[in-house]
């Protein structure tokens, strides 16, 4: 059963980012790291979550991108790049993907995202949509997305990088993501 439900993911990832594109190429490099990280953190933190769930979530998160115009990262869509998540999860559900893989894709964006968050930033997204990371799964690949960007050097973000981005967001976002820091940092 693991394997199927592996090869199930990657034939999703292989569907929407083809080999031998750019786009492809930061995909994984950008979910492999956020992978990785949430990995590394569930090991040292003993949370009592399955190291494959993890993974498959990790490497699904971002799987709406490719629908959204970010020419910066390769996205050739037609959708605002915030609505990434929600996309993702559309599709997800689509593919017949646990629900929890739709979840994180919709709730890793921002440290969540708010009603009020969508009303004060004039954000494109439904606000009866939950965008807020509730379970430990959500939390957890939420935060490892926070230090790994898609563009630029690609490189592990310092906290302080991390803590200046979700500041520029808005207060809110910093004090969510200091909760999410709490709960998944080393420190």
Known sequence: MRAE?????LEIINEQYPAGTPLRDIYMRHCR???DLAL???ARRRLPLD???IEEAAMLHDIGIFLTDAPGIE?????????????GGE???????PERDARVAERHTGAGITADDI?????????GGDYMPATLLE???CYADKFYSKSGSMERKSMEKVERSMARISPSTLERFNRLREEFSEE
């Open 139 to 141: 939390r957890l690949v």
């Open 75 to 87: 996205c050739r869509g037609t959708e605002p790049y915030i609505l990434h998540g929600l996309l």
């Open 51 to 53: 190291p494959a769930e």
């Open 33 to 35: 790291s956020v992978a």
């Open 91 to 97: 599709l997800l559900r689509r593919e017949g993907m």
């Open 119 to 127: 009303i004060a930033q004039g954000l494109p997204l439904p606000l």
């Open 5 to 9: 439900a592996m090869l199930h993911w």
């Open 40 to 42: 590394e953190i569930a």
